[in-house]
Every structure is written in structure tokens, then in C-alpha cells.
């Protein structure tokens, strides 16, 4: 009855170059290609959006948001 551990940091590792939402603590949302994470949960996107409250108020080409801001990383399900 023993289950595999899965560990989250290991599971965005392989998600890298998937599309991502990263939700930062002050409710500001970022969606975008995860280019790369880091063990501090530093999170570098590309072609990232950012969201408040629901609408498009910016636009990037690559940003590097610090680990310490974010509240969960979302892996976007593609079928």
C-alpha cells in the first residue's frame, strides 16, 4: 500500500516549456511559458501576461518573477 512521493518542485521541473498561471500574493496573475523554476520557486516566463482581476493589463516577452511573491503555479492542462 505504499504510493510514490511526489514532490512539487520535481513536478514543475518537468513541466518546464508548458504553458503556466503563477498566482503572486498580492492576487496579481502571470500566464506564460515556465522557461525555468529554481528550489526558491524563482520563476522565469516567456511570452507572459499579466492579470488583475481578470483582464489583461500587461504584456511581456520574458519575465522573471521572485519566488518569494508566489502563492501556487498552476500547470495548464492542454489536450
Known amino acids: 500500500m505504499s ?3 511526489k514532490k512539487p518542485l520535481t513536478t514543475l521541473q518537468k ?3 508548458k504553458n503556466v498561471t503563477v498566482r503572486l500574493k498580492n492576487d496579481v496573475e502571470y500566464h506564460g511559458r515556465m ?4 528550489p526558491y520557486m524563482n520563476v522565469i516566463l516567456a511570452d507572459a501576461s499579466e492579470y488583475t482581476s ?5 504584456n511581456f516577452g520574458k519575465i522573471v518573477i521572485r519566488g518569494n511573491n508566489v502563492l501556487f503555479v498552476k500547470i ?3 489536450l
Open 3 to 5: 504510493q510514490a512521493v
Open 15 to 17: 513541466s518546464i516549456n
Open 35 to 38: 522557461n525555468n523554476i529554481d
Open 54 to 58: 481578470g483582464n489583461v493589463v500587461a
Open 76 to 78: 495548464d492542462d492542454t
